[in-house]
Nanobody
């Protein structure tokens, strides 16, 4: 089992920045990918970004150039630096982690961007 705990959400004005963090604990040795989804009201859940344990990354087109995902394998944490935020980024952000057979989820953290 893997447990994920997110932190760093909050309220920010448009154009501002936030950094989310996600810490993994438990059976982390088999995790190969970690990333973030977001769920906004009346919108489909969106894969925001993910990072492989070898360092390769992938971003949704809507956040490319504004968000940066990073990973500290030694600490089993990932971060999501979010810059140039706009109201369309308002959502609950969920951290996830994949091992060979399961996807684990965090509890979610609210990000609200005011105009």
């Amino acid at each position: 089992q893997v447990q994920l705990v997110e932190s760093g959400g909050g309220l920010v004005q448009a154009g501002g920045s936030l950094r989310l963090s996600c810490a993994a604990s438990g059976s982390t040795f088999n995790i190969n990918v970690m990333g973030w989804y977001r769920q906004a009201p009346v919108k489909q859940c969106e894969l925001v970004a993910y990072i492989h344990n070898r360092g390769s990354t992938n971003y949704a087109g809507s956040v490319k150039g504004r968000f940066t995902i990073s990973r500290d394998n030694a600490k089993n944490t990932i971060g999501l630096q979010m810059n140039s935020l706009n109201p369309e980024d308002t959502a609950v952000y969920y951290c996830y982690a994949d091992d060979v057979s399961h996807r684990y989820w965090g509890q979610g953290t609210q990000v609200t961007v005011s105009s």
